[in-house]
């Protein structure tokens, strides 16, 4: 239990300096409101 909640925190709330410094939830909500960029991830 512990680890799937800290996978989810890690997931959809923790902010992420890759996505703007959004959640991974918020920054599809902003991306399908057209508020941000997409961007292309060089691996």
Known sequence: RI???YI???NQ???HG???DL???EFINELA???VKP???KV
Do not use: C, D, N, T
């Open 18 to 20: 890759s996505l703007y």
């Open 3 to 5: 680890v799937s909640e």
């Open 23 to 25: 959640s991974p939830l």
């Open 8 to 10: 989810q925190f890690y």
């Open 39 to 41: 961007f292309i991830v």
């Open 33 to 35: 409101a057209g508020r």
């Open 13 to 15: 709330r923790r902010m």
